[in-house]
């Protein structure tokens, strides 16, 4: 493929992810702002339902509030095939989605020694985002056979 076509495509794929956050913002945070909300790399604010941070607030322990940033990424990997999404987030983030699908009985006393799951077939990104539509966010990423290097 041509350089040009691949600029192209990145340039389309980059346009296409101008929703997801020009950076995330943490759950504690979030809880003390009247408005939780974030900036999109669009530029525009983007936000959170007030009960949806609340009910994070409750399922997260405290010591975990710092280091859960919102919103949730749920990335469409068009190199890992059909329908196959990743979650780009940290290990807490990864725990929660886990949890929210029923996947896991653990509490978070074992999250230090949980092995994260990081991706998701169609089914279950539809059951998260029913579950947490204005705290996850969707964005679309490919490989242009450039080793496993998204774009």
Known sequence: MSRFIERLIEN????????LPAKRVALAELIQNASPS?????????VFLKDEIGMLAKEVPSI????FMLPIVLLRRMDLGTGIYTIAGSKTELFLISKVLGQDDLQWKYLISWRPVDRLARPQVQ???RKLPSTTSLGFTTSLNHGDKPL
Do not use: K, L, P
Not at 64 to 67: G, R, T, V
């Open 12 to 19: 389309e794929i980059d346009a296409s992810n101008d929703h």
């Open 64 to 67: 975990y509030h710092d280091e």
């Open 38 to 46: 974030f900036v999109t790399r669009g530029g525009e604010n983007s």
């Open 127 to 129: 059951i998260v985002r």
